[in-house]
């Protein structure tokens, strides 16, 4: 379990993408963070003291369960103040991350972040998820974007049965895996390494839309 901040950033270091590039990236992306979050709450101003555990490595610890070879296109719903997305794009910045997002003021922050960090594989869509354009996607992650089974509703049409899903939930992962009805699953709840009472719901839907009659 990572716990403090001087924690965090050696984690970090030790991940296979983050060289001194990607750490330049994220550096970035705190300083952004701390002064847009003056203009807009992106982030509770709580968390801003422990940005690289609550924010940064809670989001790039997902690339643990995800091969660099089969991560693109990476889907990122409801991405908000730019978590997971940002990270993810500025720790694989060859991948394609497509970051959804419907509110005007994220849109532009998300945008303005990701030019700033020099993420050209990285793109922001905004609009509400009914309404983006279906594609399959490698992977699909969402942090606190809705209830599994709504948000298994809304993004089913962008999975295929090798599309990974990555849903960190909180203390509610496992009871709302526990909950889930009508759909053919594999998936399981991985502990999060940031938060020793919570859960990342990992894993795929069987085939197609995944949703039995």
């Known amino acids: 379990m990572i716990t403090t901040e001087d924690e965090a950033r050696e984690w970090l270091r030790a991940l296979p993408e983050c060289d001194a590039a990607a750490m330049e990236r994220l550096e970035l992306l705190v300083a952004m963070l701390a002064e847009e979050n003056q203009r807009q709450n992106l982030v509770s101003a709580a968390s801003l003291d422990q940005v690289w555990l609550r924010h940064i490595v809670d989001s790039a610890q997902l690339l643990s369960y995800v091969p660099r070879e089969t991560s693109t296109p990476w889907m990122d719903l409801g991405t908000g103040a730019g978590f997971p997305g940002l990270v993810i794009a500025a720790l694989r910045?060859?991948?394609?991350?497509?970051?959804?997002?419907s509110r005007a003021r994220r849109i532009e922050w998300l945008d303005?972040?990701?030019?700033?960090?020099?993420?050209?594989?990285?793109?922001?869509?905004?609009?509400?998820?009914?309404?983006?354009?279906?594609?399959?996607?490698?992977?699909?992650?969402?942090?606190a974007f809705a209830p599994l089974?709504?948000?298994?509703?809304?993004?089913a049409?962008?999975?295929?049965?090798?599309?990974?899903?990555?849903?960190?939930?909180?203390?509610?992962?496992?009871?709302?895996l526990e909950d889930l009805r009508k759909w053919r699953h594999v998936f399981h709840v991985e502990q999060s390494l940031t938060d020793p009472q919570a859960g990342i719901i990992v894993g795929t839907l069987a085939g197609g839309k995944g949703k039995n009659g």
């Not at 869509?125 to 996607?137: C, K």
């Open 157 to 176: 049409r962008f999975s295929t049965s090798d599309t990974v899903f990555l849903l960190p939930k909180g203390r509610s992962a496992g009871q709302e």
């Open 93 to 101: 910045p060859e991948c394609e991350v497509i970051m959804v997002e």
């Open 112 to 143: 303005r972040a990701r030019i700033a960090m020099g993420l050209d594989c990285a793109s922001v869509v905004g609009q509400r998820l009914e309404l983006v354009e279906t594609r399959q996607a490698a992977v699909i992650s969402a942090r």
């Open 149 to 155: 089974e709504k948000l298994l509703t809304l993004s």
